[in-house]
């Protein structure tokens, strides 16, 4: 079904809101650097996500987990600087929320201040609600993440769908309904059964985002690099990719390599 959309000159956190409420669905992707965000943001995207996943996607590490709030911030800076109309929601980094309140609003405040960014994302339901309450109550929209939450791979084993037992799913169910009350403005819904996932965002007033969770959620997101095709070895269900830049890059360079190797480039016009 197409709805009208309304031309939102910036995207706020209250947009969020009407979007749902007027069956919009909400685009969000992530985004790292300056060029990428650029590009992102002209296309007309809704949300740019500064996840964590820059630790997979930029780091080359194996988990989110050894990203730091400064590598965060810095990565945030570099979109924010980029951006002209999206929204900018920055995962707080494992480690710098999860001990006490004080230092969860200490790394969003960071992030706000030192960033520019617009909103902060954190994992997680009623074991940090005294945080999300402490970030919200000094006036930092958050986004809740629910479901396969990557910051605590260690304690699920795997990378696979959450919540297919009843008490998992029935907790994710509460989790949400007491992320809403406490005032976060949306929450990722991350792998779970997509008929769970419609059932969570018709409960709650607040947009669903999700990604591998159907599509009776309020919006998608997607990491950049793999709807580009860059992490070509990456092939989860949920992946549409709408490119295959890994060939096209490998291609590209190759070329280049081979003109550089039989002096074909630089040519008479590429000179001074
Ligand atoms: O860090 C990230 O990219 C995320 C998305 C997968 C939702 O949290």
Redesign the pocket.
């Known amino acids: 079904m197409s709805v009208a959309k309304k031309v939102y000159k910036r995207v706020t956190v209250k947009s969020l809101t009407e979007m749902k409420q007027s069956g919009e669905k909400i685009s969000?992707l992530?985004s790292y650097d300056y060029s990428m965000a650029k590009i992102v943001d002209e296309a007309g995207i809704d949300v740019i996500?500064v996840?964590?996943?820059?630790?997979n996607v930029m780091a080359g590490h194996e988990t989110?987990l050894p990203i730091t709030l400064d590598q965060m911030i810095y990565h945030a800076s570099s979109v924010v600087r980029a951006i002209s109309r999206c929204l900018v929601v920055v995962?707080i980094p494992f480690g710098s929320y999860q001990s006490d309140p004080k230092e969860a609003l200490r790394s969003a405040i960071r992030i706000m201040k030192e960033s520019g960014a617009h909103a902060v994302?954190v994992?997680g339901g009623k074991e940090i609600k005294e945080s999300v309450k402490r970030i919200l109550h000094a006036g930092i929209p958050v986004m809740g993440?629910l479901g396969l939450t990557?910051q605590s791979i260690y304690k699920f084993g795997t990378y696979t769908v959450r919540a297919k037992e009843k008490s998992e799913a029935e907790k994710l169910i509460a989790d949400a309904q007491l992320l809403e009350r406490l005032g976060c403005c949306a929450i990722?819904l991350?792998k779970i059964p997509a008929a769970l996932a419609k059932e969570v965002s018709e409960s709650i007033s607040i947009p669903t985002?999700g990604?591998g969770a159907g599509n009776g959620t309020d919006g998608q997101?997607?990491?950049i690099h793999d709807l580009l095709g860059m992490t070509h070895e990456f092939n989860p269900r949920f992946l549409r990719r709408y490119m295959n830049l890994y060939e096209e890059m490998t291609d590209a360079i190759g070329k280049y390599v081979a003109d550089v190797k039989s002096q074909d480039f630089p040519n008479e016009e590429e000179q001074y």
């Open positions: 969000m992530t996500l996840g964590d996943s820059a630790s989110t995962d994302k994992e993440h990557p990722v991350e985002i990604i997101v997607l990491v």
